[in-house]
C-alpha cells in the first residue's frame, strides 16, 4: 500500500524546561524525533478526546432515551415480524 504525502504545518510551542528535559530523554529512549514524539502525543490526545466525547454524547442520548416517551413509543413494534 502506498502512503499519500500528508501536508504539514510548523508550529512553535512554549515549554517549561523540566518537560522539555523529560521530552528530550524520550526522544532518545524511543529513537523518534521531537517532531514524531509531538505528533504521536497529539494523534492520542485527540483520538482519546474525540471518544470521550462521543461518550458524553451517547451517555446524554441514554438518559433522553429513559425519559422521553416519545422516543420510545415504537419500541413495542421492534419485535413484531412485517410481513
Not at 14 to 30: H, R, T
Request: hydrophobic share 35%.
Amino acid at each position: 500500500m502506498q502512503k499519500t504525502a500528508q501536508a504539514y504545518e510548523r508550529i512553535t510551542i512554549s515549554l517549561p524546561v523540566d518537560i522539555s528535559m523529560d521530552i528530550e530523554e524520550l526522544k532518545k529512549e524511543l529513537h523518534v524525533s521531537k517532531s514524531e514524539l509531538f505528533k504521536t502525543a497529539f494523534e492520542k490526545f485527540v483520538r482519546d478526546y474525540k471518544k470521550q466525547k462521543l461518550r458524553k454524547a451517547a451517555a446524554m442520548m441514554a438518559e433522553e432515551y429513559r425519559t422521553n416517551r416519545e422516543l420510545t413509543a415504537l419500541t413495542s413494534l421492534d419485535s413484531e415480524d412485517f410481513k
